[in-house]
């Protein structure tokens, strides 16, 4: 086993970016917790964070017993014990999911802030394929081989996390220290999952913005961009009626000579559009980006607006004050700086793109269209299509009902309640993934936490002077409940050891 240092960025002003991926072949896949958008960046010196890297030897396949089966690779884990008890004082085990756990340090504000409350010892784990967790030597050659690729799931990224955990514990003299996962979006997912798949591992989940309802034929494939249509509308009618106009206005100008080249002067695209998919997906990206990531103290959507409603020389031209909100949305990330290119930045090599695009292809297949009541021309979500272009892209065929019949989401109500305990679904409101969430408590220990006014994994952001008193309050309660859980442990744990 390997120790070194973890060292980290601690960001100032950030905002979390989700991505909609678009393909030369057509494959458009499910928004994703993606990269960690920096506008401005300080590096954190302070030594006492006592953050320390890991490397576990990993089993590649723990489901068959093949001669490849029992490969491994170095799988990254990160473990801070600054605040934690000792013997079996309770673990705080955060959840990567489809990116580095660099990135997903400033999540798990969260569990660092308040690590000390339950005296437990951090645990960060890194989802396989990504980041330094990358099996077969290289994540190009682990992604490029049909048969490598196989073992890049979730069932198989839940195995590893029990196994480094138990490992763990092991390691700590901490056999009897209760666990408890946190994830955030698809980790929310996966910490639902892990509570459902090992509850001898983990005594309790909290599953921040976690859209396990949004498979099958759970929730209308619509509501997605359904959702970010409202967070526009009631934000300002003006901007979703210029919003709702511009998709023709962009056809237009695409159907005259040299149009192309016209709008990709008048957005300032970093590449000359091939074609008006091309801007027209961009633009529900800077949308959906805005929507789910909607926070109290960037609050993008308004910005957005405001920037479409007041554009300087504008008069008529629909399409002007479009590549305004535009403009402005990417000044959320980049600090105001307006020299930039938009729309179709080079995204080539990025691994969470590549990563997701997989997943997304293999297991996680999230139906998603547009009809005409939101503010997007229609565009009905298309399974044979969508499978199809999997299989051009991969080989194989996506599986679009194994979510469901591998975790379970029909009758989720019943299932849960009969079958487990201690989880808290968080969710904000304004973040369109919380309708694939659960908005209503199961049971005394099975608890919705969900904000009028929240955004995507809000609540597991570092916490801030500004955060409005309801998200305060959040965060409470989520402790609160969390304590509850580890007292209950013990005192079982007491009782049968009498």
């Known amino acids: 086993m390997k120790s070194s240092q973890f060292s980290f960025q601690w960001l100032l002003l950030m905002i979390i970016f989700v991505s909609t991926s678009f393909h030369a072949n057509g494959l458009k896949l499910r928004p994703r917790l993606g990269r960690i958008r920096r506008s401005r960046i300080l590096e954190q010196k302070d030594s006492n964070h006592g953050f320390k890297t890991f490397f576990y030897n990993q089993t590649i396949d723990h489901f068959s017993y093949g001669p490849e089966s029992y490969q491994t690779f170095p799988q990254r884990y990160v473990i801070n014990s600054k605040f934690w008890g000792g013997g079996n004082s309770p673990i705080l085990a955060f959840l990567g999911a489809e990116a580095p756990i660099d990135d997903n340090i400033q999540p798990s504000g969260f569990t660092y802030e308040n690590a000390h409350k339950f005296k437990a010892l951090i645990v960060i784990l890194e989802h396989r394929y990504y980041g330094k967790s990358v099996p077969f030597g290289s994540r190009k050659a682990a992604l490029k081989n049909a048969r490598h690729r196989g073992y890049f799931n979730s069932a198989q990224a839940l195995a590893d996390y029990a196994s480094i955990l138990l490992h763990i514990k092991d390691k700590y003299n901490a056999t009897h220290a209760p666990v408890i996962a946190i994830g955030a979006s698809y980790g929310g997912e996966l910490a639902t999952w892990f509570r459902l798949k090992y ?225 808290i679904f968080s969710n904000g409101m304004r973040d369109p993934f919380s309708r694939g969430g659960i908005l209503e408590n199961i049971s005394d220990s099975i608890i919705a936490l969900s904000t009028k006014h929240g955004s995507h994994c809000l609540d597991l952001e570092e916490a801030k002077k500004s955060d409005p008193g309801w998200l305060v309050q959040q965060r409470k309660t989520e402790v609160k409940i969390m304590q509850g859980w580890i007292s209950q442990y013990y005192d079982d744990f007491k009782a049968i050891n009498k």
């Open 199 to 423: 509850p001898h591992v983990v005594i309790g989940s909290l599953a921040s913005s976690a859209p396990i309802l949004y498979y099958g034929d759970i929730t209308p494939w619509t509501t997605y961009h359904s959702a970010v249509s409202k967070d526009f509308r009631d934000t300002s009618e003006e901007c979703f009626q210029t919003i709702k106009k511009s998709w023709s206005e962009i056809d237009n100008i695409a159907s005259k000579p040299d149009g192309l080249a016209i709008l990709s002067k008048k957005f300032k695209t970093c590449t000359p559009l091939k074609n008006t998919t091309e801007l027209k997906d961009g633009l529900d990206t800077v949308y959906s980006e805005a929507a789910q990531y909607d926070t109290p103290s960037n609050i993008p959507v308004k910005r957005i607006c405001n920037a479409i409603e007041n554009a300087p020389n504008c008069g008529d031209d629909i399409l002007c004050k479009i590549a305004a909100g535009v403009v402005e949305a990417d000044s959320l990330e980049y600090d105001g700086n307006n020299s930039r290119c938009y729309i179709n930045e080079d995204r080539t090599g990025d691994e969470s793109d590549e990563g997701w695009e997989w997943q997304s292809c293999s297991e996680m297949v999230v139906p998603m269209g547009k009809d005409k009541n939101s503010m997007y021309q229609p565009e009905p979500w298309n399974l044979t299509k969508y499978i199809k272009n999997c299989k051009e892209q991969y080989g194989v065929s996506p599986r679009p009902s194994w979510v469901l019949t591998y975790y379970g989401g029909h009758d989720i109500k019943l299932i849960l309640r009969r079958s487990t305990s201690n989880i």
